[in-house]
């Protein structure tokens, strides 16, 4: 094996140990909160060495907040059809689908979440207002901009978002209780269709689309 072919297939085993890493840690850090999880328990969920996710990510806390921001930096990017087109019904379709997927497929990222959120955000102030803060008045303004322009009706863009989060992340957050909700059984692929469809018409309603 020549160096560069040995060089490359490192890159390929910590690129894989680390998303080991971060798929076990999102699950413990959702399931523990912070204090209860431990590294031991995410090496193990992870099926690496202990000593592995410390020199790959440091202390616990830069492992956390590692998580924490790759799944809010995954939602972000959903919205990027707010700049790939012109049409306001089409990017807000996409961007709802898009976080009820994520909350159908990555639930506990989105339960991460909100204990972050319930517990004061302790960890993510930083983030928040450096990162998730100009996020948001960037897509107010495309928002605002269609309303400018009669292409939606008139209502506070920081409103529209907080109620699209809240509702798309129900289906992560509250699963327990939709579950009892439908016998005892999760939302099969039918049913979550149709709640979807459900939270777009409803979303697109309230801005006159």
């Known amino acids: 094996m020549t160096k560069k072919e040995e060089s490359g297939h490192k890159s390929g085993i910590r690129r894989e140990n680390v998303a080991k890493i971060l798929a076990a840690a999102e699950t413990v850090f959702a399931e523990k909160g912070f204090k209860g999880a431990s590294v031991g328990l995410i090496a193990e969920r992870a099926g ?6 410390y020199y790959y990510f440091g202390a616990k806390e830069d492992l956390y907040k590692r998580v924490i921001e790759g799944v809010c930096s995954i939602w972000l990017h959903a919205a990027d059809t707010f700049d790939e087109t012109e049409d306001p019904a089409e990017a807000i379709r996409t961007y709802v689908s898009s976080k009820m997927d994520l909350a159908r497929n990555r639930p506990h990222g989105s339960r991460l979440w909100a204990i972050e959120m319930a517990s004061g955000a302790p960890f993510l102030q930083e983030y928040l207002t450096g990162t998730v803060k100009p996020w948001l008045e960037s897509r107010e303004a495309v928002l605002e901009r269609w309303m400018s322009e009669g292409k939606l009706s008139p209502v506070k863009a920081r409103y529209l978002f907080y109620m699209i989060w809240a509702t798309t992340q129900n289906y992560a957050d509250f699963e327990a ?26 979303i697109l309603t309230s801005v006159g689309l």
Do not use: R, S, Y
């Open 48 to 53: 690496v060495p202990k000593p592995n996710v």
């Open 177 to 202: 209780q939709i579950n009892v909700m439908n016998d005892g059984k999760p939302l099969d692929d039918e049913q979550f269709e149709e709640a979807k469809e459900t939270v777009i018409a409803l």
